[in-house]
């Protein structure tokens, strides 16, 4: 596969497992208050691999060609008459979700659940994959001289983490379980450590993983190939002296044993967010989460506010996104890029340009 020479080069699925370098015309700018923005890093996410293998997530399925990726940082190029905050050279964050702005979510700060959201790379709506994107100025979060334009982009999945945490209350002094050692789970990690967790204990099945967890925001981590969903609680209270449990729980994984353990492990009174998607439908020990009065909450993307506290985390040194990159590669070869996402073997892997 070659990149065509045209003005606007961009990685796009035309159907399940088929990609292609096409030429798309440069966007233009819709609005008075939209940015034109050059692509500089791009990082893959578990969905566009998701897409790319099986053409839908839940309710989203692809059924024209769609530009992948979402996770971006650029450089201004064009600014519509009416921008206020930005200029041409200015180094942004995409955030990547264009939400109606009107409805009673919107107006709520919940953008994320808006009904009528656009969002990159999730059918029909074309990623950021391409050498032009457009947003709205108040979609493009800058950044400080000293975040780079991979940071930028790693400022994606850091909002995710935020957005778990602020759902989960994380505050100074918790005791917090993290399920899942993946992107989402670690930086989730790392987040909790920035907001003041005393302890952020770590749950996976893969020694690999757990090592990596260990090394970056873990202050303990526990492998889950031990036992049961109970034998799994009991053995993490056991392991960290925590009594009464754990005070939050955020669920990265999606597995059905890592949700029960969850619910165990957690003290009376104490929250869990779910962050990670598997099964539809998974066997909830109910009974367990009503006699401990538990808090359960579900967690989806991220709302107002969150991408500029990720990219204040990055610029203040409280979490580093760059330990987590294992692979970087070029535009033209981002097929490998998304052949080496989908293998596993490494956390976060970037793609450059195109140039
Ligand atoms: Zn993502
Ligand atoms: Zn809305």
Redesign the pocket.
């Known amino acids: 596969m070659s990149i065509p020479s045209g003005e606007n080069p961009s990685f796009v699925l035309n159907s399940i497992k088929s990609v292609a370098f096409e030429d798309r015309p440069i966007p233009s700018l819709k609005s008075p208050t939209d940015v034109l923005i050059r692509i500089g890093i791009t990082?893959i996410?578990?969905?566009?691999v998701h897409y790319w293998q099986h053409g839908s997530i839940g309710p989203f399925i692809l059924k024209a060609p769609m530009v992948l990726g979402?996770?971006s940082a650029g450089t201004i190029v064009q600014c519509g008459s009416a921008v206020s905050s930005l200029k041409v050279g200015d180094r942004v964050a995409l955030e990547p979700g264009i939400p109606c702005r009107g409805c009673k979510f919107c107006k709520a700060g919940t953008y994320n659940l808006c009904t009528d959201m656009k969002f990159a790379a999730t059918p029909p709506y074309d990623g950021s994959l391409a050498k032009f994107y457009v947003l709205p100025e108040d979609f493009c979060v800058k950044l400080p001289d000293n975040v780079s334009l991979e940071e930028g982009a790693l400022v994606?999945?850091l909002s995710?983490g935020v957005h778990v945490c602020k759902l989960a209350n994380v505050t100074a002094g918790d005791k917090v379980a993290v399920f899942g050692a993946g992107p989402v789970g670690l930086l989730a990690a790392a987040t909790a450590r920035a907001f003041g967790a005393a302890e952020v204990v770590v749950v996976d099945i893969s020694e690999q993983r757990l090592k990596f967890a260990g090394e970056y925001a873990a202050t303990g981590t526990y492998d889950a190939r031990k036992g049961d969903a109970r034998a799994n609680a009991d053995g993490i209270k056991e392991q960290f002296g925590w009594t009464f449990g754990a005070d939050k729980v955020i669920e990265a994984s999606g597995a059905e044993p890592s949700i029960q353990t969850a619910v165990f492990v957690l003290r009376a009174g104490g929250t869990m967010v779910q962050a990670g998607m598997g099964r539809d439908v998974v066997a909830f020990p109910i009974v367990e989460a009503a006699a401990k009065e538990l808090v359960v909450k579900g967690s989806f993307r991220y709302a107002a506010g969150d991408y500029e506290l990720a990219v204040k985390l990055v610029a203040e040194g409280k979490v580093d996104v760059m330990k987590l990159v294992t692979g970087r590669y070029d535009f033209k070869d981002a097929e490998k890029a998304f052949e080496e996402t989908k293998s596993g073997k490494g956390i976060k892997v970037l793609i450059r340009g195109p140039e």
């Open positions: 990082g996410c578990g969905s566009d979402h996770e994606e999945p995710v």
